[in-house]
């Protein structure tokens, strides 16, 4: 599919949710909600939402063990970099970009590190998802809605699990995987197989982590780690706009439901995606729409600013240009 298609995609995407965050909201009560939200409760926002990079820098170092251990500095610019392209650039630049920085850098195979990224994502749903499951078993709503949650709770967590264990066989079962890879790889084009076999070979070498136990608990723990930190943001929204929601459960349910909202494809900065998961998450608690937008755009704004600030920083101590990483996103973006 040609980029501009993709990208046009995106936005519709965005549009469409954006569409149904700002429906029904009363824009009186939300700028009123704006303008008496207490905002000294917003600046740990943006120290924390910089933490939350060099947590997932850490994290991500774990993961390429595997291959290496490539510099913190490396993988800290990489890591800011890659974030902050997600907001300024299209079609998640970002998730390009980062491990192509990374491999330029410290010379390593690119499907390689491709395949720690997709180990991430898959830490990162791991985490969303039993969250998200345990949370809904502890809200309470009316009886009939209690029962649906927690519905939602049990099918959730079921799905983290079965996350965990198709890993868990990949790696388990590794001869058995790749040569069923190989027959279904007869029917796709040279090209196309190769490109996925080398990404494949690499995820099934990024899975060795799993076979230390030491190593595994140590990734498990900074992706808890890092999502309660994540959590935290969205507590101190709580405390500035006054919301009455509970702080640790509200913090995972609207945590879990932005983190799913943004994976849907969207615009630069997941605008629309992010608003959507704010107004579902906040209903589960009584929440009008008109202070849930309000809330959103203070909590995007914070995230957005964190982010970009990050990426900048990290660019000029590498000597980069915005423009010098988009080229990257559009020449390698194919290849990778």
Not at 214 to 231: H, K
Not at 269 to 286: E, P
């Amino acid at each position: 599919m040609k980029r501009t298609i993709r990208i046009a995609i995106s936005i519709a995407i965005s549009v469409l949710f954006l569409g149904f965050a700002v429906s029904g909201v009363n824009w009186t009560e939300a700028v009123a909600a704006l303008a008496h939200a207490q905002y000294l409760y917003t600046l740990p926002m943006f120290p924390i939402t910089v933490w939350t990079l060099y947590i997932r820098a850490q994290r991500w170092r774990l993961l390429l063990r595997p291959l290496g251990t490539p510099a913190m500095r490396t993988l800290v610019a990489a890591t800011n970099i890659g974030f902050m392209a997600n907001m300024v650039l299209p079609l998640r630049a970002g998730e390009v970009i980062r491990p192509v920085l990374l491999s330029r850098k410290e010379g390593q195979p690119i499907g390689g590190v491709l395949a720690t990224i997709v180990l991430e994502r898959i830490f990162d749903m791991f985490m969303v998802l039993l969250l998200f499951g345990l949370s809904m078993l502890t809200v309470s709503t009316g009886e009939n809605d209690t029962a649906m949650l927690r519905q939602w709770g049990y099918s959730m967590s079921a799905v983290a699990l079965l996350i965990a264990a198709a890993v868990v066989l990949i790696r388990w079962q590794e001869a058995l995987a790749l040569r069923l890879l190989t027959l279904v790889l007869r029917a796709l084009p040279p090209a196309l197989a190769e490109s996925i076999d080398r990404f494949f070979h690499g995820f099934v070498k990024a899975l060795e982590i799993l076979d230390s136990p030491g190593a595994f608990l140590r990734v498990l723990a900074w992706s808890v780690y890092l999502w309660v930190v994540i959590a935290s943001i969205y507590f101190w929204g709580f405390l500035a706009f006054d919301l009455p929601v509970p702080f640790v459960t509200g913090s995972i349910v609207v945590t879990a439901l932005i983190a799913l909202a943004v994976a849907a494809p969207s615009a630069p900065g997941y605008i629309g995606v992010f608003q959507a998961g704010c107004i579902l998450a906040l209903g589960f608690f009584g929440v009008s729409k008109s202070d849930a937008i309000a809330y959103s755009i203070i909590l995007h704004i914070t995230q957005f600013a964190g982010t970009v600030a990050a990426g900048l920083y990290s660019l000029t101590r590498e000597g980069m240009s915005l423009r010098q990483i988009e080229h990257v996103s559009e020449a390698d973006g194919a290849t990778a």
